[in-house]
């Protein structure tokens, strides 16, 4: 038995202290918050709740398999998952709307081509038909096995899995096959609105559609094949569930237990420094946090690692209290697609200037029918969504980007305000009457994402991508230094709440079954 200590409190590091004390180690967690869940949280106020992290889950499967592991409750027990249909509703600048069923390709063909016309459906079929191939091509070593120091695998996954459709010629210089997500749609899909549907799933996971390479084409694919679940009582629950199942098998808790390094004994990791001067041995270290702020503030410089520079993007959340109940029919979760995207794509990249009206952010609109979240059925609780650029305070630049400049200071006076208004105007375009419905609203923005969450800049990572050179992978879920070990949303495979989970179950195995252990079968 070993004794584990493990930094954060987040999904991805509770997903692995489960694991673990299944299999006989004691494991201790140090959670420098005063609760659990990391980016998983819930705000309430005046019979109002909201989830302020993620608010779907996709492939559930990682949640089924890891409490079927640990105990005799399978996830069911503990939770009620509900599959949301339609999927989404997406409102488009000319005021089409197109709404597509959960987990049905051939429902999603009907959809596009009732909505965009006749043709559209057929096209994005094609286009996820080569996303499942490049998704079968990686699915092993994009999720299911571990990622250690060597360039090997990075360099394989470096490599852009999706293929050509067969006999085409890419209307590109030389010939070239499209580099990014942006180009893909632009190629395949003709329809700028059917463009903006696919660009819009690299925007939901935080990625910007000109950076990512085409091979992100697998994220619609696995929300469109595997569905999209809802947790009753909001996501939250979800992160409850997996507390208590810790609980359940022994593992310990610390609250308020900052961590201000990695102790090490003859090159390997032998517990933790804390604040205030105390300490905490162990025979394993398991980090849930930041990749950056591991390696920047709790390691020696030498044991730094070449992280992946990616873009860091982080989310603007408003939390509506609305009067009224809620209508009849309404979708659970809507996408208001931007207007102006040269403008978007600029306020990605930190130029707020240009992203000043409503017609320049694509909102997600979620609105669940869920009667624990509203003080009562005369009222409705919606939470409005935007992918922006990190915090970084005035002159310095965001952590997680490629270049500095990128970010924007979200503490500056009236900023957060002023924003919170363009994206509820936003919002007002698919779904007309709300602003008037507000009783109050609360925001949340990157700075109190990093405030939360430890995590630099309130980057929030998405899931691991293969292609574009490895520039879209995660940190190694082994650490140089022997005995460090990483899960967590900045580990791979990434961010997500199954993802996230999917690194507690490979920094478990390598723990429990050594560091030549390749993933579960």
């Known amino acids: 038995m070993a004794r584990i200590a493990v930094i954060g409190a987040g999904a991805g590091a509770m997903a692995a202290a489960a694991r673990l004390a299944v299999a006989g180690h004691r494991v201790t967690v140090h959670e420098r918050t005063e609760t659990y869940g990391g980016a998983v949280r819930r705000f309430e106020r005046d019979g109002f709740a909201?989830?302020?992290?993620?608010?779907?889950?996709?492939?559930?499967?990682?949640?089924?398999?890891?409490?079927?592991?640990?105990?005799?409750?399978?996830?069911?027990?503990?939770?009620?998952?509900?599959?949301?249909?339609?999927?989404?509703?997406?409102?488009?600048?000319?005021?089409?709307?197109?709404?597509?069923?959960?987990?049905?390709?051939a429902g999603v063909v009907r959809a596009l081509d009732e909505a965009l016309?006749?043709?559209?459906?057929?096209?994005?079929?094609?286009?996820?038909?080569?996303?499942?191939?490049?998704?079968?091509?990686?699915?092993?070593?994009?999720?299911?096995?571990?990622?250690?120091?060597?360039?090997?695998?990075?360099?394989?996954?470096?490599?852009?899995?999706?293929?050509?459709?067969?006999?085409?010629?890419?209307?590109?210089?030389?010939g070239r096959r499209p580099r990014t997500l942006a180009e893909l749609a632009r190629r395949e899909l003709r329809d700028p609105r059917a463009a903006a549907l696919l660009e819009s799933y690299a925007l939901g996971h935080g990625f910007d559609p000109r950076a990512v390479p085409a091979g992100a084409a697998v994220l619609p694919y696995l929300e469109q094949t595997f569905g999209s679940w809802y947790v009753r009582g909001g996501m939250r629950a979800l992160a409850e569930a997996l507390y208590e199942r810790c609980r359940a098998r022994g593992v310990e808790f610390v609250f308020g237990s900052e961590v201000t390094?990695?102790?090490?004994?003859?090159?390997?990791?032998?517990?933790?420094?804390?604040?205030?001067?105390?300490?905490?041995d162990a025979d394993v270290v398991l980090s849930g946090i930041d990749a950056r702020r591991l390696y920047g503030e709790l390691l020696p410089p030498e044991h730094a690692a070449a992280l992946p520079e990616h873009p860091g993007h982080s989310r603007f959340t408003v939390l509506l209290a609305l009067r009224g109940p809620r209508p009849e029919g309404t979708a659970h979760r809507t996408v208001a697609h931007a207007a102006d995207r040269a403008a978007e794509l600029a306020g990605l990249d930190g130029d707020t200037g240009r992203?000043?009206?409503?017609?320049?952010?694509?909102?997600?609109?979620?609105?669940?029918?869920?009667?624990?979240?509203?003080?009562?059925?005369?009222?409705?609780?919606?939470?409005?969504?935007?992918?922006?650029?990190?915090?970084?305070?005035?002159?310095?630049?965001?952590?997680?980007?490629?270049?500095?400049?990128?970010?924007?200071?979200?503490?500056?006076?009236?900023?957060?305000?002023?924003?919170?208004?363009?994206?509820?105007?936003?919002?007002?375009?698919?779904?007309?009457?709300?602003?008037?419905?507000?009783?109050?609203?609360?925001?949340?923005?990157?700075?109190?994402?990093?405030?939360?969450?430890?995590?630099?800049?309130?980057?929030?990572?998405?899931?691991?991508?293969?292609?574009?050179?490895?520039?879209?992978?995660?940190?190694?879920?082994?650490?140089?230094?022997?005995?460090?070990?990483?899960?967590?949303?900045s580990a791979h495979p990434g961010?997500?709440?199954?993802?996230?989970?999917?690194?507690?179950?490979?920094?478990?195995g390598l723990i429990t079954h050594g560091d030549d252990w390749r993933g579960s079968e």
């Open 355 to 489: 992203r000043g009206g409503a017609g320049a952010v694509t909102v997600t609109v979620l609105r669940p029918d869920d009667p624990a979240l509203r003080p009562d059925d005369g009222h409705e609780t919606a939470v409005l969504s935007v992918t922006v650029p990190a915090h970084a305070p005035a002159g310095v630049g965001s952590p997680g980007h490629a270049s500095p400049g990128h970010g924007v200071d979200w503490t500056a006076e009236g900023r957060a305000e002023r924003f919170a208004d363009v994206v509820l105007a936003a919002a007002e375009r698919a779904e007309p009457g709300l602003a008037e419905r507000v009783l109050w609203r609360e925001l949340r923005t990157p700075a109190d994402v990093e405030r939360e969450t430890g995590a630099p800049g309130g980057c929030v990572p998405g899931p691991a991508l293969a292609g574009a050179g490895g520039a879209f992978l995660r940190a190694d879920n082994r650490a140089a230094p022997a005995g460090l070990y990483l899960a967590g949303g």
């Open 261 to 280: 390094g990695v102790a090490l004994d003859g090159g390997r990791a032998a517990g933790l420094t804390l604040a205030g001067g105390g300490t905490a």
């Open 50 to 105: 909201f989830d302020t992290g993620p608010g779907l889950l996709h492939l559930p499967a990682v949640y089924r398999d890891l409490f079927v592991k640990t105990g005799k409750e399978p996830l069911e027990r503990c939770v009620e998952l509900t599959q949301v249909d339609p999927a989404s509703r997406h409102v488009f600048t000319d005021g089409t709307a197109l709404s597509l069923p959960n987990a049905s390709r």
């Open 495 to 508: 961010g997500g709440l199954a993802h996230a989970g999917m690194s507690g179950a490979l920094a478990a």
């Open 117 to 174: 016309g006749a043709g559209t459906g057929a096209r994005w079929s094609d286009l996820l038909g080569r996303a499942r191939k490049a998704w079968d091509a990686t699915r092993r070593p994009l999720l299911e096995e571990p990622l250690r120091p060597g360039a090997g695998e990075r360099r394989a996954l470096g490599r852009d899995p999706y293929p050509a459709a067969p006999g085409r010629r890419w209307p590109l210089p030389r």
